[in-house]
């Protein structure tokens, strides 16, 4: 991958860590899962829409409605009312690493959509060693406990929306503005959860706290998460984009534990290794370009260490023709 698109994979694995403990933090404050989807979905919604109306770039939508609503149904309708219900039932920690699913998915919709995106055998020996890691805190943390197994598929369910929606961003809507994108698919979600939202009203006022964690879902986890997740897929692709919910249970189970309480079992001990490893190995098994920059060079190497190599202007800055900008 290249160095934006590793940026980019680093800061949305953070941003996209931290929603399990804000929305386990906004449904134990009384906010329903419909409620709660709706507000930070029409708070992202006007701010990225207001950020493309003042760059012009609205217009550029025209035509594409249909996959604008594909993927608001795909992404956004469908996957948030439903974590946030899972979590009525399951720890942000566990929602976050059942998450982890989403490449794989993702992998097996390639192999029939999208030719470009079909991993190789190394990426999806990592596929399975992550979705290994699933399946051993599911069998080991989760089995036995009803309302547990029933919120652990409500996430499920969610992880293939999350799968199918960075496809439709790819295939179908390359080249749009972020903002104006988003910004549409998100007002279209809006209306499409308002009804439920208007059928699962908070039975109480919720706390000032979990008002204030949907104003942040809104605009830190939303608004600009999908934009950097955006550029994320256009830069290393959906399968490869898709792997940071390997990635965000290690924030979201850090933080379960240090201000929830949370304590993971064996199982989600188990999970985040093989997830970790998986997620390595999906991204195809190779260190970020500066890290390899800095590995001890072989003998080979070091006859030249004195030389300054030749840039080529037509090439990135680590030699691939990804065009990366290079640091002055």
């Known amino acids: 991958m290249t160095r934006r698109a590793w940026l980019a994979f680093a800061a949305i694995s953070l941003i996209?860590?931290?929603?399990?403990?804000?929305?386990?933090?906004?449904?134990?404050?009384?906010?329903?899962?419909f409620v709660l989807a709706w507000g930070r979905v029409a708070l992202s919604a006007a701010v990225l829409l207001a950020l493309a109306w003042r760059a012009g770039t609205l217009p550029a939508l025209r035509g594409h409605l249909r996959w604008l609503v594909l993927y608001a149904v795909?992404?956004?309708?469908?996957?948030?009312?439903?974590?946030?219900?899972?979590?009525?039932?399951?720890?942000?920690?566990?929602?976050?690493?059942?998450?982890?699913?989403?490449?794989?998915?993702?992998a097996l919709l390639a192999l029939r959509y999208d030719r470009s995106e079909r991993p190789t055998s190394l990426r999806a020996f990592g596929l399975l060693i992550g979705f290994g890691g699933v399946v051993a805190l599911v069998g080991i943390d989760v089995a036995g406990s009803g309302s547990e197994l029933l919120g652990t598929a409500a996430i499920l369910l969610a992880a293939a929306g999350y799968a199918i929606g960075p496809m439709v961003i790819k295939l179908r809507l390359p080249g749009l503005d972020p903002r104006a994108a988003i910004g549409a698919s998100l007002a279209v979600a809006s209306v499409l959860l308002a009804p439920g939202a208007a059928l699962?009203?908070?039975?109480?006022?919720?706390?000032?706290?979990?008002?204030?964690?949907?104003?942040?879902?809104?605009?830190?986890?939303?608004?600009?998460?999908?934009?950097?997740?955006?550029?994320?897929?256009?830069?290393?692709?959906?399968?490869?984009?898709?792997?940071?919910?390997?990635?965000?249970?290690?924030?979201?189970?850090?933080?379960?534990?240090?201000?929830?309480?949370?304590?993971?079992?064996?199982g989600a001990v188990a999970g985040l290794l093989l997830i970790l490893a998986g997620s390595w190995l999906s991204t195809g098994g190779r260190l970020p370009p500066r890290l390899a920059a800095w590995r001890p060079r072989?003998?080979?190497r070091a006859a030249g260490a004195g030389k300054r190599p030749v840039r080529d202007p037509a090439r990135g800055c680590d030699g691939s023709a990804a065009g990366a900008a290079c640091a002055g």
């Not at 996209?16 to 329903?32: D, M, Q, S």
């Not at 290393?236 to 379960?256: D, E, M, Q, W």
């Open 16 to 33: 996209w860590g931290i929603p399990y403990l804000f929305i386990r933090i906004a449904v134990r404050g009384g906010v329903t899962p």
């Open 74 to 106: 795909a992404e956004v309708t469908f996957p948030f009312p439903l974590i946030a219900y899972g979590e009525q039932r399951v720890s942000s920690s566990l929602a976050a690493i059942v998450i982890a699913s989403v490449p794989l998915i993702g």
């Open 200 to 266: 699962d009203l908070p039975a109480r006022v919720p706390s000032a706290g979990a008002i204030a964690c949907v104003i942040v879902l809104g605009l830190l986890c939303t608004a600009l998460a999908f934009v950097i997740f955006t550029v994320l897929i256009r830069e290393a692709g959906t399968s490869r984009a898709t792997v940071i919910t390997y990635v965000n249970p290690v924030v979201a189970v850090a933080l379960g534990v240090a201000l929830l309480g949370e304590r993971p079992g064996a």
């Open 298 to 300: 072989g003998p080979e």
